[in-house]
Structures are given as C-alpha cells and as structure tokens.
C-alpha cells in the first residue's frame, strides 16, 4: 500500500509597504558621481527582490511559500488570517499606518487567531522599542547597560547625573534612526543643541547615555529551548573620518550614497579570548530572555575594559544575505536557506493545539434558578 504523501507546510512571507521604494532609485546612480570610491556596492536589492529572496530560499527548502504585502490594508490582512490561513507567518511586518507603535498589535493578531508566526510576540517587539524601560528591565536584572537618563524636554538638568562624553537618541526609533554623527556629545552646550535637535525632529522622551568608547558588537541570538549564540560581529570604525564618531550612525547603517556607509567594516567572527566570549554570550542569552525574544534577535553590545555593555536588544532584525544577523548565522554554518528553515522550524513548534471540544448545551437559565420559598 502506496504511503500517503505529506502535505508542506505553507509559509506566507508578511510585510507591509506603501509608497516609493528608495533603493530602486539607487539603480539610477552612477558610483563614479559620489566624489569618493565606495568600497561596497550602492545598487543594493529592493525590499521586494528581498523579500523574494526569502520566498525562493523556503521553497528550495521544501515549503509552499508566497510573499504577501498588507498595503496598510486590515481587509487584506483578515483575508491573510482567515480566508488563506497558513500554516505559519514569516513575520516582517514593521509598521502600520506608518506608526511603528502598531507592528506589536500585527503580532497580536496571529495570536488571537492563533497562527503560529516567526520571531518575537507582541510583548517583546513593545517592549525593546521602548528604550528607556528596556534599559531599566536589564538593570534589574543584572545585565550591565551603560548608566542614563530619559528627559522630557530640551533643558539640561542642572545635575545630570552623567559623565560625558554621552549619546544622545530619540526613545522610540529604531534600526539607528536619529543617530548621526551629531549624536556624540563632549560637554553641556553640545548636549544642549543636540536635545533641541532630538526633541524638535523626533519628540520626546530622549534617551542620554554614557558613551562607551569601545569595541562594538553585534551579537546575535537564536533558538528557544535553549537559546544559541552565534559567531560575534565586531565592527571596525577605523576609517572613518576624523570629525565622525566610532558609532553605526543611521547613513553608516542604510545610505549607500554617504561615504560613512563604505568605512564601517564588519568583522566575523569577532576577536575575542575565550573567557570574554563567554561573558559576552552569557550576557547576550540573558537579554534575549529577560525581554522575552524568541527565535532570533541580535543583541548590540560595547565592551569597556572587557565587561560588555548592552546597548540594545533588537528583536527580528534584519535577515537580508550578507547583513549582521545573516552574517552570524554562516559563520555559524548555516546557509542562507537552512537559517530560514530553521526560524520557521522555531515557529512550528508553537503550533497551537486544536481548539476544544464544545461543552454540551446547559438547560435554560431558569431551569436552573432555585426560587427559595417564603418563610412561614
């Protein structure tokens, strides 16, 4: 007797974009017009070649997948929900009505209709977006992060409580944005300039602190029971110019047509002795799970005087070939295909259980309504 052959598993990708996609005009520009030689590549993919990148990558490996983009559309995410129900999310939904603030209510929705989806619950993805707290949550619980203050306002404290020099960030963004060169302050007046900056570009609150002039690491994280560390990024900031601070400003990060996005090299694996490898992973694992990440994060992390420092945690980061988290995972020996099997394997092991079985009907409400005689 013939065996029955196993359905795959569907996989849709989720994303939502609207609007213009900046790096297709970045087709359009000539390298030999920037006024400086760029080391790496300015034509970089589009969101959508990456995101089919990820769709091609999970069929090769053996799953029915598609790439859907919400459009800012709940309809169209109801239908995903409900009418095309899948076996699990690729979650890479980041915004929604262009509110940041909403991508963990996105989350929420695959729980209350209890679909499995990659990567962290709606928890987490509210919680590492807040700064502030995140920081304090770490602290708590014994993970160094570099000493801080929340203002509310563009006004210096007369006792700030700080030493300089510090780095200044809008609270609620993410992936370095309003991290500039400008984000480095060396005394009171150039805190002051750059608050105002902050609070009109960005609002408030800002977070300040104490600027570790040291080894930066992106560290990332994955797996769930228990979690893995994988290989360290180090980053090397020795070419930059004189006037820009060693730091991962937003142009460093995302903007191919700046020269700082071509001096800022990834090291992988980082240089580590073994025992401050080992500090520097046990720190990462207790982030990752104090903020309650799950299947992937990377953890960005500065050493002082070998003791890492936790900067950030950063729950579903960037899975593009040939960035950070991706980086890691190679080194690690996973190809870019089996990575992303295994964040979906992740996810599947949280499929739900069937729902229950429906109680039996009660009688009617007054069938079981005892009325107590009169007392005689």
Not at 92 to 100: G, I, N, S, W, Y
Not at 167 to 194: C, H, M, T
Not at 248 to 258: D, G, H, M, Q
Request: proline share 10%.
């Amino acid at each position: 007797m013939e065996q029955p052959v196993e359905r795959k598993k569907s996989v849709i990708v989720l994303y939502n974009y609207v609007g213009e996609d900046w790096y297709e005009k970045l087709k359009e520009v000539d390298p030999a017009t920037l006024g400086f030689e760029p080391e790496y590549p300015i034509h970089v993919s589009t969101l959508k070649e990456e995101y089919d990148d990820i769709v091609r990558a999970l069929r090769r490996v053996g799953y029915r997948a598609r790439a859907v983009n919400l459009e800012e559309d709940l309809k169209k995410l109801e239908r995903v929900l409900k009418r095309s129900r899948p076996d699990v999310i690729f979650n890479l939904v980041e915004h929604f009505h262009d509110d940041a603030d909403l991508e963990p209510a996105i989350a929420a929705m695959f729980d209350l209709y209890r679909i499995p989806y990659t990567g962290a619950p709606a928890f987490a993805l509210s919680l590492c977006q807040r700064k502030g707290l995140t920081k304090h949550l770490l602290l708590d619980n014994g993970v160094p992060t570099p000493r801080f203050k929340m203002l509310h306002g563009p006004t210096v404290p007369k006792r700030l409580g700080l030493r300089f020099p510090l780095i200044v960030k809008p609270s609620w963004e993410d992936a370095s944005y309003g991290v500039e060169k400008g984000s480095v302050v060396r005394d009171r007046e150039q805190l002051a300039e750059r608050l105002k900056h902050v609070c009109e570009d960005f609002g408030v609150p800002i977070l300040v602190e104490e600027f570790i002039e040291g080894r930066e690491l992106h560290v990332s994280v994955w797996g769930n029971d228990p979690p893995e560390v994988l290989p360290p990024i180090e980053f090397d900031f020795s070419e930059l110019p004189a006037d820009h601070p060693p730091i991962i400003s937003y142009a460093a990060k995302w903007n191919p047509l700046e020269e700082v996005y071509h001096r800022v090299h990834a090291i992988c694996p980082a240089s580590l002795p073994k025992r401050l490898l080992q500090r520097v992973e046990k720190v990462a694992i207790r982030a990752y799970e104090i903020t309650r990440c799950r299947d992937y994060a990377r953890i960005d992390i500065r050493l002082r005087d070998n003791k890492p420092y936790v900067l950030e945690v950063n729950p579903n980061p960037d899975i593009t070939e040939g960035v950070s988290f991706m980086d890691s995972v190679e080194q690690g020996g996973y190809s870019f295909d089996q990575a992303l099997a295994r964040i979906v394997e992740f996810a599947l092991e949280r499929e739900p259980p069937p729902p229950p079985e429906p109680k039996p009907d009660l009688p009617p409400v007054d069938t079981l309504i005892r009325v107590r005689p009169p007392e005689s």
